[in-house]
């Protein structure tokens, strides 16, 4: 069986979601900023449920489906990397966007401190968390069969995982990404998806079965 741990239907997969999603913020601070950076659709999706005046900046879009989202719910994308791994982006943004005044709209929990790194060529990136995520809890039921291939999209959905199951030596992993990969345990078989997509993901996990 193909687990997919994300609320996403995708067909000839098992959806297990491993992440709750809660707003934690009621307002955006918009008054020092003219730029927008998103690094998941669900932070687009958080701010348009707290303030729809987000859609009247420009957007920087860390994945394709973080652009899809933006686009879809009335927003301007400027600005979408085809490789966005934290060093690799932050180098982007210093490049390209020196001299925006830019506010990075995120979760309570990142994989990559950007303002940090930014930070040290000079380049001043406000934030504002305004979504947190838990995880979903699961009886041991649950856990997949023997000889599972298993989706990965975050270091959250990892860190959610292990919370509720043990890793079986059967299992074969598949990454969304090279940042998801640093949070897999060393003794865990996997492989990378070709793109940072779920549906690279689930073509890269039928490969693996056919």
Not at 26 to 49: E, G, H, M
Not at 84 to 106: M, N, P, Q, T
Not at 137 to 147: F, H, I, M, S
Request: hydrophobic fraction near 40%; charged fraction near 25%.
């Amino acid at each position: 069986m193909i687990y997919l741990l994300s609320p996403l239907i995708k067909e000839g997969t098992y959806s297990l979601p491993m992440i709750n999603f809660l707003l934690v913020a009621s307002s955006i601070d918009f008054s020092d900023c003219d730029t927008l950076i998103f690094t998941s659709k669900q932070a687009v999706v958080s701010a348009d449920k707290i303030d729809k005046r987000w859609k009247k900046f420009p957007c920087i879009a860390i994945g394709s489906a973080t652009k899809s989202k933006i686009e879809e719910l009335g927003g301007e994308v400027i600005y979408s990397p085809k490789k966005f791994y934290g060093e690799a982006l932050a180098e982007d943004i210093k490049s390209l966007f020196s001299d925006k005044r830019l506010l990075y709209l995120r979760p309570k929990e990142v994989s990559f401190d950007s303002r940090a790194y930014l930070a040290k060529s000079g380049i001043k990136l406000e934030e504002q968390i305004i979504y947190e995520t838990s995880c979903v809890k699961y009886a041991l039921k649950d856990k997949p069969k023997e000889n599972s291939i298993i989706i990965f999209t975050s270091p959250s959905t990892i860190k959610c995982f292990f919370k509720n199951f043990e890793w079986h030596e059967s299992y074969m992993a598949v990454l969304i990404g090279h940042a998801t990969k640093e949070h897999l345990p060393y003794y865990c078989n996997y492989v990378v998806a070709d793109e940072p997509l779920i549906d690279a993901c689930v073509e890269k996990a039928r490969e693996l079965i056919t």
